[in-house]
C-alpha cells in the first residue's frame, strides 16, 4: 500500500481504485477523510483570496480615480466573475457571505492589499466594507 505521508498522490490513486473495485477494506478513511475537509477548505480560501483582491481594486479604484484603468478594470470584472462562479459552483459557500466573522478579516486582506499596493495608511480607508455583496458583485458598480 502507498503512504499518504510520502506520496499523496500514489495514496490518491491507489484509494481511487480500491474504491472503483470495492476494496473498501482497503481504504485508509481517516486521509480520505481529511482530504475531502481539504477540498471544502481550498474552495473558501480560493473564495477568500477571489474576494479580498476583488475589493482591493475596488478601494484603489474610489481611492485613486486618477490611476484608473483598463488593468484595473479588468481586474475587478475577472473578479466579480471568479467569485460569481465560485457561488454557484458551490452554493454552500454562500453562506461564508452571512458569516458575521468572515468579512472582516477579508476586509483586513483587501486592506492589506491596498495598502501596499498605494502607498496609503491604513487609517485613510475605512475600518469595515462599505459596500454589500451585491454592490460588490455588481458589474454597474464603480464606487467614486
Same mark, same amino acid.
Given at each position: 500500500?502507498?503512504? !499518504?505521508?510520502?506520496?499523496?498522490?500514489?495514496?490518491?490513486?491507489?484509494?481511487?481504485?480500491?474504491?472503483?473495485?470495492?476494496?473498501?477494506?482497503?481504504?485508509?478513511?481517516?486521509?480520505?477523510?481529511?482530504?475531502?475537509?481539504?477540498?471544502?477548505?481550498?474552495?473558501?480560501?480560493?473564495?477568500?483570496?477571489?474576494?479580498?483582491?476583488?475589493?482591493?481594486?475596488?478601494? *484603489?479604484?474610489? !481611492?485613486?480615480?486618477?490611476?484608473?484603468?483598463?488593468?484595473?478594470?479588468?481586474?475587478?470584472?475577472?473578479?466579480?466573475?471568479?467569485?460569481?462562479?465560485?457561488?454557484? *459552483?458551490?452554493?454552500?459557500?454562500?453562506?461564508?457571505?452571512?458569516?458575521?466573522?468572515?468579512?472582516?478579516?477579508?476586509?483586513?486582506?483587501?486592506?492589506?492589499?491596498?495598502?501596499?499596493?498605494?502607498?496609503?495608511? !491604513?487609517?485613510?480607508?475605512?475600518?469595515?466594507?462599505?459596500?454589500? !455583496?451585491?454592490?460588490?458583485?455588481?458589474?454597474?458598480?464603480?464606487?467614486?
Amino acid at each position: 500500500m502507498q503512504s !499518504y505521508e510520502t506520496d499523496v498522490i500514489a495514496w490518491a490513486n491507489e484509494q481511487a481504485a480500491f474504491i472503483r473495485s470495492g476494496r473498501f477494506d482497503l481504504l485508509d478513511l481517516e486521509h480520505i477523510a481529511d482530504e475531502i475537509e481539504d477540498v471544502g477548505k481550498s474552495e473558501q480560501r480560493e473564495l477568500e483570496s477571489r474576494m479580498a483582491i476583488l475589493l482591493a481594486h475596488l478601494i *484603489k479604484w474610489q !481611492y485613486q480615480p486618477d490611476r484608473r484603468g483598463n488593468s484595473w478594470r479588468h481586474t475587478i470584472t475577472e473578479q466579480r466573475k471568479r467569485v460569481i462562479q465560485r457561488i454557484q *459552483k458551490t452554493p454552500s459557500l454562500k453562506a461564508d457571505l452571512n458569516t458575521l466573522n468572515w468579512w472582516p478579516g477579508i476586509w483586513v486582506d483587501a486592506l492589506d492589499i491596498a495598502t501596499r499596493e498605494t502607498g496609503f495608511l !491604513y487609517e485613510r480607508f475605512p475600518q469595515e466594507c462599505p459596500w454589500e !455583496y451585491s454592490q460588490i458583485t455588481n458589474t454597474d458598480f464603480w464606487p467614486e
